[in-house]
């Protein structure tokens, strides 16, 4: 199993990102994923999940609004659209499948101007 994240960055705030996460390894089209982030001295948080249709989407409150999860099962990617980003989004994003327990490397925001 492999997940491999990319589209991490600097950006000012305000901006916009699109981290996607490529899965290989496992039938990805069969199972949720999520997105969690780890801010600096803090522990993981979990920003957005997303069933395995697509069909339900649900995020943090501290996001909501501004992210958007979505999912290719043709491509086997998993995509969080980031948009009005703001410092305190500043973080090492992860994706992960949680039935399964397993995470990608991480992929760093920072959001500065």
């Known amino acids: 199993v492999q997940l491999v994240e990319s589209g991490g960055g600097l950006v000012q705030p305000g901006g916009s990102l699109r981290l996607s996460c490529a899965a290989s390894g496992f039938t990805f089209s069969i199972y949720n994923m999520r997105w969690y982030r780890q801010a600096p001295g803090k522990g993981r948080e979990l920003v957005a999940h997303?069933?395995?249709?697509?069909?339900?989407?649900n995020y943090a409150d501290s996001v909501s609004g501004r992210f958007t999860i979505y999912r290719d099962n043709d491509k086997n990617t998993v995509y969080l659209q980031m948009n009005n980003l703001k410092p305190e989004d500043t973080a090492v994003y992860y994706c992960?499948?949680?039935?399964?327990?397993?995470w990608g490397q991480g992929t760093q925001v920072t959001v500065s101007s």
């Open positions: 992960m499948v949680p039935s399964r327990g397993n």
């Open positions: 997303i069933s395995s249709t697509g069909g339900t989407t």
